[in-house]
C-alpha cells in the first residue's frame, strides 16, 4: 500500500458522528434495523460512503463468479445515464474480465487502484486502472463481504480528482463496514438461504424447474407474448466420459453463464436449469424473433469448450395462448429436438463427406497406378490412360493431355471422355510436369481439391519417368 500512501495529499477525516467506536456503534444498530437484503445494502453504501470519504459506493452481490451491483450511494439520479462516469452504475462483470475481481473472490483480499492521469503513473491492476479513467475516477477501492466462509458480494470505492488516493487505513475501514454487513446479512439473509436451498441449483446458481415453472404460469396469465426456449447441451456424455465429471460441471457452468448473458439482454427473463444438460428461459413481453436473435447472438459469441454445443428450441404464445404453461414447454422442447436432429445430421454428413473425400484420393491413386502399368508402352498412352483413370475416380467425364509449346502455348496431344451434361456440377482441375499438361473433369469442391492436385501431380511424375 505504500504506493497509495505516497501518492495521498492530505487526509480528509470522517464524518464526525461516524468516528471512532461511537462510530461503528451507530453503524451496527442501523445494521440491526434492517429486515430486507435491499435495507441492509443500501445501509452498507451509506455507511461506507460516510467513513471513507468517498465520492460513490458500489454495493455488489457475487454469485457463480458473477458480481451484480445491488445498491449505488449517492443514488443515481433519474436524468443520470448509466455509464455517464458520474458514479458506479448498476452493471454486471464477470470474474473473467476482470483479474483484480477473480483475486478477490479466490483470495478474500481487498484490491486498490490508482490512474490519477495520463502520465503512466497508474498502480494497481491495469483492467482496473483503465475501468477508473473510463468513468472519470482517479482511485477505486474494492473488499470483499465474506458471509460463512463464502465471498457473498463487494464493496466498492471511487474517488475524484481532487480527492486523496486510497491507501491502507482506508482499505481497513472499507473491511470494517464489510464485516459489519456480513454479521447482519447472516441474520437478515437466512429467509434467503431457505429460498436458494429450495428454488436453485447448486451447481450453476440458476433457478430449478420450480421456479421455471412459476414463472411460466405468472408470465401465462397476462396478456403479453410469452416464450419458453428449452435448451440440451450436446456432447456433454463425451466430455465427462474424455475429461471427467469436474470438466462436466466446468460446462454445465460454462453453458449456465451463457445463458445469463442471454438474459442480461432480455429484460424480464427467467433463466433455470431443469436437470441434467436441460435448461430453459421463459420470457415475457418479448417478440419470438428478438428472443431468436439475442439467443443465437450470445451463443455464437460464447462457443462452449471441449467442442460441446447448445441445441434449442422457441415456443411462443403467438401461435396461440394455451391453458398450461407446460403445453409451450412441451412445443419448446420439440422445437429443440428438431434443432439437435439437425445439428447431428450437419454433423454427419460433414464426417461423411471428408471420409468421401478421403476414399476418392484412395480410389484415384489406384486407379491411375493401375492405369499406368496397364497402358501401352510409350509415355502418351501411359498419359491418356492416367487421365481417363482420374477422371473416372473423381466424378468426372471428360479429359486431356496436352504439351508446352514453341510460341509459349500449349497443344493439345489426347482428348477424351464426354462433356458433362450439367456444367455447374463440375470443374477442371490440371497438373503439369513439364513440358506435359494433364486436365481431367471433377465434382470435388474446390475448397478441398489440394489432397486431389497432390495426388494427380505423383501420379503425373511417376507416369513421365515411368516411360523414360
Not at 164 to 171: K, N
Not at 232 to 243: C, P, T, W
Not at 350 to 361: G, K, L, N, R
Amino acid at each position: 500500500m505504500e504506493r497509495a500512501s505516497d501518492g495521498a495529499r492530505g487526509r480528509r477525516s470522517a464524518t464526525p458522528a461516524m468516528a471512532g467506536v461511537r462510530g461503528l456503534a451507530l453503524a451496527a444498530h442501523r445494521f440491526d434495523r434492517a429486515e430486507k437484503i435491499s435495507e441492509l445494502v443500501d445501509a452498507t453504501a451509506a455507511l461506507a460512503h460516510e467513513l471513507l470519504g468517498a465520492q460513490s459506493i458500489a454495493v455488489s452481490r457475487i454469485e457463480q463468479d458473477t458480481c451484480r451491483t445491488l445498491s449505488v450511494y449517492p443514488p443515481l439520479a433519474e436524468d443520470v445515464a448509466i455509464g455517464s462516469g458520474t458514479g458506479p452504475t448498476r452493471v454486471t462483470v464477470r470474474s473473467a474480465d476482470r483479474p483484480a475481481l477473480r483475486v478477490l473472490i479466490r483470495e478474500h483480499s481487498s484490491w486498490v487502484a490508482h490512474a490519477p492521469d495520463g502520465s503512466g503513473a497508474d498502480w494497481g491492476d491495469p483492467v482496473e486502472c483503465e475501468a477508473l479513467r473510463a468513468s472519470g475516477h482517479v482511485t477505486g477501492l474494492a473488499s470483499p463481504i465474506i458471509v460463512n466462509g463464502h465471498v457473498w458480494g463487494q464493496i466498492l470505492a471511487t474517488r475524484d480528482v481532487g480527492q486523496p488516493l486510497f491507501e491502507a487505513d482506508d482499505v481497513a475501514a472499507a473491511e470494517v463496514v464489510a464485516a459489519l454487513t456480513a454479521g447482519a446479512l447472516a441474520r437478515v439473509d437466512l429467509d434467503e438461504q431457505v429460498r436458494h436451498l429450495v428454488a436453485d441449483d447448486p451447481l450453476t446458481g440458476l433457478g430449478n424447474r420450480r421456479v421455471a415453472d412459476h414463472a411460466a404460469e405468472i408470465a401465462l396469465m397476462s396478456d403479453l407474448e410469452m416464450c419458453v426456449v428449452m435448451c440440451d447441451v450436446d456432447g456433454l456424455k463425451r466430455v465427462n466420459d474424455e475429461f471427467g465429471h469436474d470438466a462436466g460441471d466446468d460446462l454445465l457452468r460454462a453453458v449456465a453463464d451463457v445463458l445469463r448473458r442471454a438474459q442480461d439482454q432480455l429484460p424480464g427473463t427467467t433463466t433455470a436449469r431443469l436437470g441434467g444438460d436441460e435448461f430453459c428461459l421463459v420470457t415475457i413481453g418479448l417478440s419470438r424473433d428478438e428472443v431468436k436473435r439475442t439467443l443465437a447472438r450470445t451463443i455464437r459469441k460464447y462457443p462452449l469448450a471441449n467442442g460441446a454445443a447448445l441445441s434449442w428450441g422457441v415456443a411462443s404464445t403467438a401461435d396461440g395462448r394455451p391453458e398450461h404453461a407446460r403445453t409451450l414447454f412441451r412445443r419448446a422442447d420439440a422445437a429443440q429436438y428438431q434443432a439437435k436432429r439437425r445439428r447431428a445430421r450437419a454433423v454427419h454428413a460433414e464426417a461423411s463427406s471428408a471420409s468421401a473425400a478421403a476414399v476418392t484420393v484412395d480410389k484415384l491413386v489406384a486407379a491411375g497406378v493401375g492405369a499406368i502399368l496397364n497402358a501401352q508402352s510409350g509415355l502418351v498412352p501411359r498419359l491418356c490412360a492416367l487421365a481417363a483413370a482420374a477422371t473416372g475416380a473423381m466424378g468426372g467425364a471428360a479429359w486431356s493431355v496436352l504439351r508446352d509449346a514453341e510460341d509459349g502455348g500449349v497443344v493439345a496431344v489426347a482428348r477424351g471422355g464426354m462433356p458433362s451434361d450439367d456444367p455447374g456440377q463440375v470443374r477442371t482441375l490440371a497438373v503439369a510436369s513439364e513440358p506435359w499438361v494433364v486436365e481431367v473433369e471433377t465434382t470435388a469442391p474446390e475448397e478441398g481439391s489440394a489432397p486431389f492436385a497432390d495426388a494427380l501431380l505423383l501420379l503425373l511424375d511417376l507416369a513421365v519417368q515411368g516411360a523414360s
